[in-house]
């Protein structure tokens, strides 16, 4: 299994516009969850899905939003964006809805600027 | 308000030295905390959370509520432990982590 797999890589966008990221989790994972991490400060919580529904969402605006597909792989969307959306956004996966019982795999990340 | 903090940015110490790197949170419930790394061009990754009390490359963190604190420690640091780490708190049920800023570790030979 190749882990957490995220895409793409690398994604420069201009303000006013709409991205999409992606995740699969390991397979078997149910649950995914997103972080977004700006440059010099840790991973902050945007969402997690458990079973293709929302189970936590932390403090962004509405124009992100987030899905799961059946097959427990996710997508990320974030619309007009901004500057300050500029930052390396994070997947992780777990078997379960609970970090305290199952641990959590990152991805590698989508490193996403905003010109 | 749920917070993590990590008072120190970069932590510099010679091969062979105790190591401490600080974590402190604010939570008004039954905190998990935990401490990720991340190695150079490698993923972020669990390295211990304290419900399982293991030891994992030799590191400890003992939970302090009295303090509120999680403190990860090592008695003698290795070259191979430099690295970004990262304490956790999981807030509310499910996967939900509230991240510290980071320490920079540099062990020095």
């Known amino acids: 299994d190749a882990g957490v797999t995220q895409s793409p890589t690398h994604l420069i966008k201009t303000r006013g516009q709409q991205v999409t990221l992606r995740c699969s989790p390991i397979?078997?994972?149910?649950?995914v969850s997103w972080y977004q991490q700006v440059l010099g400060q840790g991973p902050q919580f945007i969402f997690q899905?458990?079973?293709?529904?929302?189970?936590g969402r932390g403090n962004f605006p509405d124009r992100f939003s987030a899905r799961q597909f059946p097959n427990y792989s996710s997508e990320l969307n974030v619309n007009a964006l901004l500057l300050g959306d500029s930052a390396l956004y994070l997947c992780?996966?777990?078997?379960?809805?609970?970090?305290?019982?199952?641990?959590?795999?990152f991805g590698p990340g989508t490193r996403l600027t905003v010109t | 308000a749920q917070r993590v903090t990590q008072p120190e940015k970069l932590l510099s110490v010679f091969k062979g030295a105790p190591v401490e790197l600080k974590c402190n949170y604010s939570?008004?419930?039954?905190?998990?905390l935990f401490w990720y790394v991340q190695y150079s061009r490698q993923r972020l990754q669990l390295l211990l959370r304290?419900?399982s009390r293991e030891s994992i490359k030799g590191f400890t963190a003992d939970l302090n509520k009295g303090e509120t604190s999680f403190h990860l420690k090592k008695p003698f640091a290795q070259e191979e432990d430099s690295a970004m780490y990262y304490c956790a708190l999981e807030v509310e049920y499910g996967n939900k982590l509230v991240f510290g800023a980071g320490t920079i570790l540099r062990v020095k030979s």
């Open positions: 899905y458990y079973e293709k529904e929302e189970r």
């Open positions: 304290h419900i």
């Open positions: 992780a996966s777990s078997l379960t809805g609970s970090t305290s019982s199952y641990e959590q795999y």
């Open positions: 397979s078997g994972h149910k649950s």
């Open positions: 939570y008004s419930g039954s905190p998990e």
